[in-house]
């Protein structure tokens, strides 16, 4: 092959580029080029670092260089601004050496003038939809990158009707060229017709990827076992295997932002080299900088969400490695081609599992890849979502139409994803109901734009560009809308990232530290009403490690069949692309054959259940590979008939896997009978009873309400559209959060089967795993688990007595004396150490709180009660009669009053905290000097302040930031020297 056989297809310019910049052309090249320049719709499917980009773009950019039209001729959509930044680079670099500018628009970088835009599909919106449009009409080429994404998420159903009315604007439809590495062939028709493709063009590679196999099934209890698997796979010697080279510079992928920040940290401490942290709430600055840094070899790695795992590009990346199960065979497949991806490399990735579950899991993914098994998506067919933005933003638009509601209709009706013609209609007659649509007096349909901008408007107060500048970020995109925190470095005034309200409500307080895109962040100020949080850099290691609230990952069916599948299992771990360097992972994984034989026979006779205690309480685990969306509709409908049945206090906690689901209680447990006596209320359609017990399980209600938020957001819910939409969402099965049909499927079987059971024993391994702690929550328990050690080594050096604040000040928590005290507490009752009383100043912290009713604002401010407690290692001292705290006594004042008499309320209830305060610590006192036992936490009081506020007016919000602004009265309570 040679560039020769393409030079009728290419541009002089062009093909002399190519042939000075590349050897040969690729198969995928040498194939799509002709059909690219003549003008074919087609779809170029080829494994990473096959040149697509340049397939599509070569013929492309010489057909621009042929025209003399002016303006942009191609725009190029791609779904990360990731992805994007790296497609521009690359455009850039053939664009100068060609005569062709090349811009971009995403949310963070704008450069309009060129004859190609790379761009994202909200900004795409953007264009089609605002001032800029008349750019767009000399459109000639569209190309959408990771073209299969669009068929799984309200993103791409929403791209494909923005696209209707981009075409609304040109003379003539253009020619579209879709990219993917991967389509499985149940989901090809979906994205040939939204591409309108003429043509398939696809290359395989004949050679998989390796999978070095590992293990940190004791990370729970040692977070080092992690950094030594991780070093393990960085230091291995490939060759002993046929490959070549080392796995690092290396992309270590977490399936969450908590987790990937944490990583760095342990990474940092336990290996040699530096990290860098990218998710989507790290700024663009920072996401850069850690790109540049790893490209210049200034990294030992990246650790990464999703964020990177598709279509970017790093020349040095040598390995990956992927912790935990990605949940899916194309989530892998597109992580694995991060490195190693040119022509004749193999790609390796290590792959560790945290858990028995995770490991089985994992196993299975692999299997499926290597077997190149067609495993598909939930498709995002018929968005609400996307319905509800295109239309609003279709009658904000400069369109001659833009008051037609018929043609407004037809257009969205185009889409290839919107196949119930009928639903756009109602989605529009709904938000006509919503008063969010109007007709004017010439009969013409507009927005509301008093009502649209009271969705995004906190306070009447507020200037009105910063309401029109919060609603227009969110206007244009079905990304769910998430007010958050910015984090602002103030030596140098530049924004790092974003927190999750809920965090900074929670967890962090001025002084305290936390961790955001790998740095250690002291925290200056936080203002609650600008959503600021003013911090420094600081040297320390201890810190808190944000959380965010996000859906979890969907676990499918086809996945968990093949978690039960022994002979799949064996065959897969035998396979030669596996690479396993652990001499336990052996054992591991007989251990999980042996289990799944039992399961697989008991399958066979019925519905294997296993009762057992553990540390959680009592549960019930069911066995059945119906993936967590189909457990966990049946466990949802069997916790409602316990409720029925024996009512409400026996509804159990849930735990759900792909291949089970387990109802635990912590206190009076069924007997086997109870079970089998819910088990005869199980009826033909369980819809009800799921339906009522979904608000009981936040995690299912936060994912479900979370893709009605894409639709709007705001202050003021949308009635009528959110009852259209959860009527959709039901009938879409739930978007496979809640899979009906292999829920049913379960519980039909439960009903009319055999239940089988089967000994603790016979399953203990995987259980093990299922009943593991969620990985989100593994960090933040290893963390405080090294405090504890922390804590110990202290006691040992320094050999006497120290206070609370003394550890404080040694550990790095002075300002987080509760987290301290719960570790202090918690290797009191562990017998490591023991606690000695003096009267000198008591340090533990009571909790007040300030809660303004209607508006959901809680403040918390430490009360410092007198005398002090002493720790030293050994047994001994005051006991604590009660291993398990007490709920402490609660001081409830509720002032109904005007929030104009906001700062006499403020300094009464100041008083009232010190003398209710003082009455209860003496009581404590007294107590204490009887018997010498005591309970720390059992009177410790807790203090409510409910301040009940009038209906809303104009006035509230400001006041409330008056009541805010006098929290220097707090400073107050603080120590009672005269104790």
């Given amino acids: 092959m040679s560039w020769v056989e393409l030079k009728d297809y290419l541009h002089l310019k062009v093909y002399e580029y190519a042939a000075n910049r590349w050897k040969a052309p690729t198969e995928i090249q040498l194939k799509a080029i002709p059909s690219v320049y003549l003008g074919k719709n087609v779809i170029i499917s080829a494994p990473t670092g096959m040149g697509k980009t340049e397939a599509a773009m070569l013929p492309i950019l010489s057909r621009i260089l042929e025209s003399d039209t002016p303006g942009v001729q191609a725009v190029y959509i791609a779904p990360l601004r990731a992805l994007v930044n790296n497609i521009f680079e690359r455009l850039t670099d053939i664009g100068k050496s060609i005569g062709i500018n090349v811009g971009i628009r995403t949310g963070e970088r704008k450069k309009l003038r060129g004859k190609v835009i790379v761009t994202t599909p909200e900004s795409l919106s953007i264009l089609v939809f605002g001032k800029s449009s008349d750019l767009l009409r000399n459109v000639r080429y569209i190309i959408v990158d990771e073209v299969h994404n669009n068929i799984y998420s309200d993103r791409g159903v929403y791209l494909s009707i923005v696209l209707e009315f981009l075409y609304e604007l040109l003379d003539e439809k253009p020619q579209v060229v879709g990219l993917s590495a991967t389509i499985p062939e149940s989901d090809r028709r979906y994205v040939i017709d939204f591409i309108g493709a003429e043509e ?39 060759e ?3 490959l070549s080279g080392k796995l690092f510079p290396a992309i270590i992928f977490a399936n969450s932002r908590r987790f990937t920040e944490y990583l760095a940290t342990l990474l940092a401490m336990c290996i040699e080299g530096k990290f860098g942290v990218i998710h989507s709430d790290v700024k663009k600055r920072f996401r850069e900088q850690y790109i540049n840094k790893f490209e210049d070899g200034e990294l030992t790695g990246i650790v990464a969400t999703s964020a990177l795992g598709e279509g970017v590009d790093f020349t040095v990346a040598k390995g990956v490695v992927q912790i935990a199960s990605p949940g899916h065979p194309v989530y892998l497949r597109q992580r694995v081609g991060r490195a190693r991806h040119k022509p004749g490399e193999i790609p390796i990735a290590g792959v560790i599992s945290l858990s028995s579950l995770d490991l089985l899991e994992n196993i299975a993914i692999i299997g499926l890849l290597l077997s190149e098994v067609d495993v598909g998506f939930i498709k995002a067919i018929n968005s609400i979502s996307a319905i509800a933005k295109t239309i609003l933003n279709a009658l904000s638009s400069g369109f001659s ?4 509601k018929d043609k407004i209709i037809e257009i969205v009706c185009r889409s ?21 649509i109007v007709r004017d007096t010439e009969g013409r349909y507009k927005i509301n734009r008093r009502k649209w901008i009271g969705l995004y408007r906190r306070s009447r107060e507020e200037k009105l560009g910063d309401v029109l500048a919060r609603a227009m970020r969110h206007f244009y995109t079905v990304i769910p809308f998430q007010s958050k925190y910015e984090v602002v470095i103030v030596e140098k005034w530049i924004k790092i990232g974003n927190l999750d309200p809920e965090f900074v409500s929670t967890r962090i307080r001025p002084l305290m530290t936390f961790q955001l895109a790998g740095r250690n ?6 203002d609650h009403f600008n959503m600021k949080v003013y911090v420094e850099e600081i040297e320390k290691s201890e810190k808190t490690v944000p959380f965010w609230l996000s859906p979890p990952i969907v676990r499918i069916k086809e996945v968990a069949e093949k978690m039960l599948d022994k002979k799949f299992l064996m065959e897969t771990y035998s396979r030669k692309e596996l690479i396993h360097i652990r001499p336990q992972l052996e054992e591991y994984f007989n251990n999980l054959i042996g289990e799944i034989s039992i399961i697989e026979e008991a399958l066979k006779r019925g ?47 849930l735990k759900i896997s792909p291949i089970s689901f387990t109802l635990i209680w912590k206190m009076n447990p069924p007997t086997a009978k109870d079970f089998l006596k819910v088990l005869e209320r199980i009826s033909e359609d369980n819809r009800d009873a799921v339906d009522s017990v979904i608000g009981d399980y936040g995690r299912v209600e936060a994912t479900l309400n979370q893709i009605l938020d894409g639709i709007a957001m705001g202050a003021y819910r949308l009635e009528n559209l959110d009852d259209l939409a959860w009527k959709w969402i039901v009938e879409e099965n739930y978007r496979g959060v809640l899979d009906r049909e292999a829920g049913e499927e379960l519980l039909s079987q439960i009903k009319t089967g055999k239940i089988v059971w089967i000994s603790e024993d016979d399953v203990s391994f995987i259980l093990s795993g299922i009943l593991r702690i969620p990985e989100e929550k593994m960090g933040y328990k290893a963390y405080r688990e090294a405090l504890k050690r922390r804590i110990i080594e202290i006691l040992q050096l320094e050999e006497k007595p120290l206070s609370l604040t003394e550890l404080a000040s040694l550990t790095g928590y002075k300002r987080s004396q509760a987290v301290l005290y719960e570790m202090v507490y918690s290797l009191i009752n562990e017998g490591k150490i023991r606690v000695l009383y003096s009267p000198e100043g008591f340090e533990l912290p009571a909790k007040v709180q300030i809660i303004i009713r209607g508006y959901g604002k809680t403040k918390q401010f430490p009360v410092y009660l007198p ?43 100041v008083d009232y905290i010190r003398r209710e305060t003082r009455r209860i610590l003496k009581e404590l006192m007294d107590e204490m000097k009887k018997d010498g036992s005591i309970d720390p936490f059992k009177n410790i009081p807790t203090v409510k302040v409910i301040v009940e506020i009038p209906p809303p007016k104009a006035y509230i919000r400001k006041e409330i930031r008056r009541l805010e602004d006098i929290k220097g009265s707090w400073k107050e309570i603080k120590k009672y020297e005269e104790y």
Avoid: M
Avoid at 401 to 404: L, Q, R, T, V
């Fill in 401 to 404: 139409f833009s008051s037609d």
């Fill in 867 to 909: 005398g002090k407690l002493l720790f030293e290692l050994g047994e001994g001292g005051a006991k604590l009669d009660n291993p398990v705290a007490i709920e402490p006594d609660l001081i409830e004042l509720i002032i109904k009053a005007d929030i104009k008499n906001a700062e006499s309320i403020a300094t009464h209830t």
């Fill in 521 to 526: 962040l002291r925290v200056i100020k936080i």
């Fill in 416 to 436: 290839s994803l919107i196949t119930n013609k009928d639903l756009p209609r109602e989605v529009f007659e709904a938000l006509e109901r919503d008063e969010v």
């Fill in 607 to 653: 519905i294997p259940v296993v009762a057992c205690e553990n540390d959680e309480g009592f549960s019930i685990t069911v066995f059945y590979p119906a993936g967590e969306g189909g457990n966990r509709y049946a466990a949802y409908a069997i916790s409602r008939y316990f409720q029925d049945v024996f009512g409400p206090w026996r509804q159990p906690d």
């Fill in 200 to 238: 398939f063009i696809e290359v395989k590679t004949g050679k998989h990827p390796h999978f070095i196999l590992s293990e940190s099934l004791d990370f729970q209890n040692d977070e080092k076992a992690l950094c030594e698997s991780i070093a393990e796979i960085f230091s291995l010697d490939l």
């Fill in 240 to 242: 002993k295997y046929g």
